[in-house]
């Protein structure tokens, strides 16, 4: 399985485009202070600032990645520097939430990593958007079952939710090993989407590779 891209954070384009204040932007012209936030075995999750914005523009670029997004890719500076401050902003309104620049044990940049709001219930969507040399080593999976722990051990959310594409055949196998449930199909920016849903509960660390969580969208 290619750790391909699973896109569910918020579009930073077009109609959903967020607003901003001058107090959502660092104080004295100086940069987001990018803390670290999570480290796993192989990877370190740190706040986006906008010393990132190069990685960013790497990331919406590259067409292996953006072709199965159900958002906007960022493709424009001014699109990864809006990216980085309404991720500042969900840092500073939602502790434990948020997008996180991703690297490897070598300090390379591999991509980025989220714990986002979601539609008006109150859901919060896990997602990941990995580079392609970062496919198929595992990455998404360990990155996703960190921030299932968070989630659920240290936020205690009730539930996750997460979104695909219906062409992306990466992203089930990878979201049923963490225990996601079939949540039925519907639309997200206007593109159709598939949806699964994970209840605190029945988080219970990884599964076994080809093991399908039961089809259950009343959950």
């Not at 399985?1 to 485009?17: A, K």
């Amino acid at each position: 399985m290619h750790d391909s891209p699973v896109d569910r954070h918020p579009t930073h384009r077009g109609h959903d485009r967020p607003a901003f204040s001058k107090a959502d932007l660092p104080a004295d012209g100086r940069d987001y202070p990018a803390a670290d936030f999570l480290q796993t075995r192989r990877m370190q999750l740190a706040g986006f600032g906008f010393r990132h914005t190069l990685d960013l523009l790497q990331l919406g670029r590259e067409e292996r990645v953006t072709r199965l997004l159900l958002d906007d890719p960022i493709r424009h500076v001014d699109d990864a520097m809006g990216l980085v401050v309404w991720a500042n902003k969900l840092y500073r309104e939602r502790p434990g939430l948020g997008l996180w620049h991703t690297r490897d044990r070598r300090g390379r940049f591999i991509g980025m990593f989220s714990l986002t709001p979601s539609g008006d219930a109150g859901d919060v969507a896990i997602g990941v958007r990995l580079l392609p040399g970062a496919w198929g080593r595992g990455y998404a999976i360990e990155g996703g079952a960190a921030l299932c722990t968070h989630a659920f051990d240290t936020l205690e959310l009730p539930r996750l939710i997460a979104q695909c594409a219906p062409d992306n055949r990466s992203v089930p196998p990878l979201l049923y090993r963490l225990g996601f449930r079939d949540a039925g199909t519907g639309e997200q920016f206007g593109n159709p989407a598939l949806r699964f849903r994970l209840q605190r509960g029945d988080w219970s660390g990884l599964r076994p590779r080809g093991r399908r969580g039961r089809d259950d969208a009343s959950r």
